[in-house]
């Protein structure tokens, strides 16, 4: 039995596509034939064959702005939105060491992107009676660590209540928005994390990954998640394939968040 995802020619924007999650997203995406374009600051350095490439700092109003003009102007529409963009470079040190500038930053990046582009992005999805908005938010929302992810963790939980507010006023009028709230995942950035805490604990990659995991509590399915992995969930999320899902998250964390 085949399992077609039916995206053939629908029309997707993955913010944070250049690297990581995004990336696997837009590769995902591409293979089932959808018609992609993906933002980051900058452009990747492995291109996928014809996306379009937007170079835009979505922290920012104007990044959104430009963000959904391209759209507009390149996909003539939109079918899927996919708010991949996110993270942290907040300083250690918890509470004290988040200054009102380091929150503003937080903020803007893993929750008023989303906000900026969906609020340009959705009247056209409206209009059609027809889309779908991913919000990325992370198990932090729930699990948050206290070392220097104070802000993120609260972003995400801003984020994830700001997606079920959105669901409950668009999904009636035709647009489905789904959470994806990731563990831990194993892309580039956590590879040369987990090397720099082996380096520095003596230990080899394999000792560095058990570090990270031992600092979430243990993650029972034994390893990271993979961005591949995240992205064939949100491929099938977004695809008509579930047509009846709306308004709810969906954890990918190898059994981490350790409640109900
Ligand atoms: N990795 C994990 O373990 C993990 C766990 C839970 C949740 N998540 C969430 O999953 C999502 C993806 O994480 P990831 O680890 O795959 O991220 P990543 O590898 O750090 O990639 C981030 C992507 O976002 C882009 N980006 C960053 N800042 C941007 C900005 N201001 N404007 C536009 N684009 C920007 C980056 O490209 P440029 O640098 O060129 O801008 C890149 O394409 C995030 O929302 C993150 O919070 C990740």
Redesign the pocket.
Known sequence: MSFELQLAGMRALV?????????AVVQALVEADARVMA????LPSCAVDNVRYIA????TAE?AHQAAKSVHEHLGGIDILVN????SKAPAGGFAALSDSEWSKELD??LM?AVRLDRALLPSMVAQRSGVVIH?T??QRVLPLPESTIAYAAA?AALSTYSKALSKEVTPKGVRVVRVS????E????VALAERLAAQAGTDYEGGKRLIMNGLGGIPLGRPAQ?REVADLIAFLVSPRAASISGVEYVIDGGTVPTV
């Open positions: 913010t944070g596509g250049s690297r990581g999650v995004g990336a933002a980051g600051r900058s835009v700092d979505l922290s990044g991949v963009v996110g993270g990046l893993n992107s990325v992370s198990i995400k990731p563990g831990w995942i892309t580039e950035a956590a961005p």
